[in-house]
């Protein structure tokens, strides 16, 4: 009976340090996946000079009606 309760002691100091590494570690991925969302939300582009919602609806086609109406043909031409 000492013998199980001797191993079961050592089995649970075992664990306990497992889950401690594991916190550890997911404290610190935690912290990198935040920073990678700021990261991500600070590449965003902004857009000057088009009133709010001009969009409309489709803002996908919005942009690219006018990136073609802004980028000159002859630059484009091979």
Not at 26 to 33: A, D, V
Not at 60 to 67: G, K, S
């Amino acid at each position: 009976m000492e013998k199980n309760v001797s191993a079961m002691q050592e089995e649970m100091v075992a664990l306990k340090a497992t889950v401690s590494d594991l916190t550890g570690r997911t404290m610190g991925l935690e912290s990198r996946l935040e920073d990678v969302e700021v990261r991500a939300r600070r590449c965003n582009f902004r857009f000057v000079e088009f009133p709010q919602g001009a969009e409309g609806l489709d803002p996908e086609t919005f942009l690219e009606e006018r990136i073609r109406w802004s980028i000159p043909t002859a630059n484009l031409s091979p």
